[in-house]
C-alpha cells in the first residue's frame, strides 16, 4: 500500500503539472486588462455569499442638534424600515439626542453597518431622507469634509461656503472642489476640469494615455482691490530730537523791532500797511477796466500773387457768360 506521504506528492506534482500547462495570452495589451468593460456590474452581495451571519455584534452611534428632532421624528420610521431590509436595528434617543445603529444575528454583510453609520451621519448633518438613504447602495458613497477650521476670517469663510451651494440648496460632491473654494479657487475651475475628463473618457485611445495636456491650467492671481487714498501722506525722517518750538509773537516783535515802539508808532505802522494794502487793489482793479480800450491786434494784410489774379479773372470771365 502507498503511504499517505506518496499521495501528497503525486497529487502535488500534479497540480504543479497543471499549472505549467496554462498558457499565457500572447500580445495582450495592458490597457484591457486596467479597462472595465461598458454595461460591466459587480455582483450585489447576496446571503449566499454568507449564510452564517456575522460572530459578534457591531454598532455606531451619532448625536444630533436640537434642530433636527422635529424631522428626525417625522422621517424614522422610514430609516427603520430601509434599515430593516438589511437586518440592522435603529434606535432614536430625543433624551441624550442620538440616533444608534447595530447588527443582529440575521445581518449577513459585514459592511452595512458602515454604510448604515454614514446614514445617521448624513441625517444628523441636515440632509434629508431622500438623499441619505442612497449612501446604502452599493454604488454610492459619502465624503464629510469639515471645512469649519479652513478660513479664519468668518466674513470670507461665509462667502466661500456660499460657492458650494448649488441649486436647491445641493451642494458639490467632489471633495477637491471643495478644498480648493476655501482656499479661494472658483469652483468653475475645477468642474471645467470634470466635463473634460468626462469626455476624455469616452474616447478608447485616450484611456491609457496622460491627459494633461487638455487640462487647463489656472494660475491663481491674488489681487489687492483696495482702494488707495487721494491724499498720500509723506512719512519724515525719524530723528530723535523734537522738532523745534514756534516763536511767539513777542519774538517776532522784538526781531523786527516793534516791540521797542510806543503805541502811536504801532497804530502810524498799520494804517501805513492797510492803505498800501488798497493802493495795490486799486490799481489791479484800474489795470481790469483798461483792458477793455486795448484795441485788438489787426491780421497783417496779405497782398495775393499773380496766379492767384489770374484765376480771379478767370472765375469772374465765367460768371459773365
Keep these: 500500500m502507498a503511504s499517505p506521504s506518496l499521495e501528497r506528492r503525486e497529487k502535488g506534482s500534479g497540480k504543479s503539472e497543471f499549472r505549467n500547462q496554462k498558457t499565457k495570452p500572447e500580445n495582450q495589451d495592458e490597457s484591457e486588462l486596467l479597462t472595465v468593460p461598458d454595461g460591466w456590474k459587480e455582483p450585489a452581495f447576496s446571503k449566499e455569499d454568507n449564510p452564517r451571519g456575522l460572530l459578534e455584534e457591531s454598532s455606531f452611534s451619532t448625536l444630533f442638534p436640537k434642530y433636527r428632532e422635529a424631522y428626525l421624528k417625522e422621517c424614522w420610521p422610514l430609516v427603520?424600515?430601509?434599515?430593516?431590509?438589511?437586518?440592522?436595528?435603529?434606535?432614536?434617543?430625543?433624551?441624550?439626542?442620538?440616533?444608534?445603529?447595530?447588527?443582529?444575528?440575521?445581518?449577513?454583510?459585514?459592511?452595512?453597518?458602515?454604510?448604515?453609520?454614514?446614514?445617521?451621519?448624513?441625517?444628523?448633518?441636515?440632509?434629508?431622507?431622500?438623499?441619505?438613504?442612497?449612501?446604502?447602495?452599493?454604488?454610492?458613497?459619502?465624503?464629510?469634509?469639515?471645512?469649519?477650521?479652513?478660513?479664519?476670517?468668518?466674513?470670507?469663510?461665509?462667502k466661500r461656503r456660499q460657492r458650494?451651494?448649488?441649486?436647491?440648496?445641493?451642494?458639490?460632491?467632489?471633495r477637491k472642489v471643495v478644498l480648493d473654494t476655501m482656499k479661494n479657487i472658483h469652483p468653475i475651475y475645477n468642474i471645467k476640469s470634470l466635463m473634460i475628463k468626462r469626455e476624455l473618457a469616452k474616447d478608447s485611445e485616450l484611456r491609457s494615455q496622460s491627459w494633461e495636456r487638455f487640462l487647463p491650467q489656472f494660475k491663481h492671481k491674488n489681487v489687492n482691490k483696495r482702494k488707495e487714498p487721494k491724499k498720500k501722506t509723506v512719512k519724515k525722517e525719524y530723528t530723535p530730537f523734537p522738532p523745534p518750538q514756534p516763536e511767539s509773537q513777542i519774538d517776532k516783535e522784538l526781531a523786527s523791532g516793534e516791540y521797542f515802539l510806543k503805541a502811536n508808532q504801532k497804530k502810524r505802522q498799520k494804517m501805513e500797511a492797510i492803505k498800501a494794502k488798497q493802493a495795490e487793489a486799486i490799481s489791479k482793479k484800474q489795470e481790469e477796466r483798461n483792458k477793455a480800450f486795448i484795441p485788438p491786434k489787426e491780421k497783417p494784410i496779405v497782398k495775393p500773387k499773380e496766379g492767384n489774379a489770374l484765376c480771379d479773372v478767370k472765375v469772374f470771365i465765367n460768371y459773365e457768360k
Design 80 to 158: 427603520q424600515k430601509a434599515l430593516n431590509e438589511h437586518h440592522v436595528n435603529a434606535t432614536l434617543d430625543l433624551i441624550e439626542g442620538s440616533m444608534t445603529v447595530c447588527t443582529t444575528k440575521k445581518t449577513f454583510d459585514p459592511y452595512i453597518i458602515i454604510r448604515a453609520r454614514d446614514l445617521i451621519k448624513l441625517l444628523a448633518r441636515s440632509v434629508s431622507f431622500e438623499q441619505a438613504v442612497r449612501i446604502l447602495q452599493d454604488d454610492v458613497a459619502c465624503d464629510i469634509i469639515k471645512i469649519g477650521s479652513l478660513v479664519r476670517n468668518k466674513e470670507r469663510f461665509v
Design 164 to 174: 458650494l451651494i448649488g441649486p436647491k440648496g445641493s451642494t458639490l460632491k467632489v
